[in-house]
């Protein structure tokens, strides 16, 4: 008999691909590898499991993600070291075997990796988080830092992502808070320093080491919560290679603590560190949905891209989402990544529109001119002077989202007659 649920499956995905299809705005392959976008091993084999909720979806390999990526058009793959070795076989032959492996499949899709992390949040040992008190777990972290630097100089990557995952310490007064930041620190020197001498041995580029922040975790609260608070940890004078170290901001971790992502990534252009950018979209004050990009907040991302592009930005903007639930394994790169990919690069270039449109550009400079008082104005001549040129501001709000819903390009809606 034949499988009447393959053929099940074969009809449902035809009718995916035809609405996916109806719906337009796609991008050739050839046009997504124009940026700078990876695509990260985590995002692609996620299964579906959620806290209270089992796996809706089947493993997939590093090889199998690297050719549908290849093929979509995302031409960067990024990965934490216990995505693609097992913990028991990091630092032994066996890890060399996979690295090798790896490369191969990254040179046959013709993908480069541009960011490797260290998984220091799911294994046991980091119970207490990698700077735990004890002189064993932290001796062990320090360790893993080093080794994830060696992986990203064999693969070719340019970045090394550190989320410190304290999720051991949830209650107030329980640690030393100070100690703790400089154990943290320890850590990072001594991945900085097997960098240098790594960088100095292969005759290469040093890697670029990013900080990312998330609020809630550890549930206490107590150890930096935001990039704001990474910042000023690369500041500290803890850090012996600050000059090495910048920020991963990821869009929702900002956004979950109640934030706005747009401010916090202006900090760290003004602070010189942002060099890496995780991007997705979920909600305010939240759990971590990780959804796809632009899909909860769409204004919000235009924003955020429009200050990227003013201020010259050029690092990668790296998908950390979670294909929903709902997803199979064959919509996560039909429909999930491709959509994904498509809404950020549509973004990206509306983005540049608004820059240069000249209602924008013209209340702009006309606020940054100021009304022209008189020479030793009083407060009150020198607000009437501007009273009516601060009404731009709602006006450049209404222009963005005319931006956003094309009614600036005559786009309008009418309702039953």
């Known amino acids: 008999m034949p499988n009447r649920s393959a053929e099940q499956q074969k009809q449902q995905q035809a009718l995916v691909e035809r609405l996916f299809q109806s719906c337009g705005g796609s991008y050739s392959p050839e046009t997504r590898r124009k940026y700078y976008i990876s695509g990260p091993q985590w995002a692609a084999a996620y299964e579906g499991q959620a806290l209270f909720h089992a796996p809706t979806r089947e493993p997939v390999a590093p090889a199998e993600v690297m050719r549908n990526f290849a093929k979509i058009g995302i031409g960067y793959w990024t990965t934490h070291d216990t995505d693609v070795i097992r913990t028991e076989d990091l630092m032994t032959d066996r890890q060399a075997e996979t690295v090798a492996g790896l490369k191969k499949s990254l040179a ?11 998984e220091t949040f799911f294994h ?15 001796a062990y972290a320090a360790e893993r830092l080093k080794n994830v630097v060696r992986i990203g100089h064999e693969l070719g990557a340019e970045f090394a992502v550190y989320w410190p995952g304290t999720l051991g310490y949830m209650m107030q007064g329980i640690m030393d808070e100070p100690q703790t930041l400089q154990w943290f620190a320890e850590a ?16 290469s580029p040093a890697l670029k080491h990013c900080l990312e922040a998330k609020p809630f975790e550890p549930q206490g609260e107590l150890i930096l919560p935001t990039t704001d608070a990474m910042i000023g940890f690369i500041h500290s004078g803890l ?4 000059e090495m170290v910048g920020v991963n901001p990821e869009y929702l971790h900002e956004l979950m603590w109640g934030g706005a992502p747009r401010a916090a990534l202006a900090r760290a252009i003004v602070a010189k ?3 890496h950018f995780d991007v997705n979209d979920g909600y305010r004050l939240k759990h971590d949905v990780d959804l796809p990009v632009a899909v909860v907040n769409p204004l919000d991302w235009l924003n955020v891209l429009m200050l990227l592009r003013a201020h010259g930005y050029d690092g990668p903007f790296n998908f950390d989402y979670k294909p929903p639930r709902t997803t199979s394994n064959w919509g996560v790169f039909n ?7 498509d809404r950020f690069i549509t973004f990206w270039e509306m983005a540049g529109e608004a820059l240069a449109d000249p209602i924008i550009g013209e209340a702009m400079e006309a606020l940054k001119s100021g009304g022209a008082a008189a020479g030793a104005a009083s407060a009150q001549d020198i607000f009437e002077s501007t009273k009516e040129l601060l009404t731009l501001h709602e006006l450049i709000a209404h222009r963005l989202v005319q ?11 009418f309702g039953a007659s």
């Open 273 to 275: 560190k942002l060099w």
């Open 239 to 242: 850090l012996t290679h600050p």
């Open 124 to 138: 046991a040992v980091w119970s207490a988080s990698p700077a735990a008190e004890s002189p064993d777990v932290r």
């Open 335 to 341: 429909v999930s990544f491709p959509s994904a990919v």
């Open 108 to 118: 046959e899709n013709g993908l480069r990796c541009s960011m490797v992390t260290c």
């Open 188 to 203: 990072l020197n001594a991945a900085c320093e097997e960098d240098l001498r790594v960088s100095k041995q292969n005759k």
């Open 403 to 413: 931006v956003l819903i094309g009614s600036h390009k005559g786009r309008k809606f």
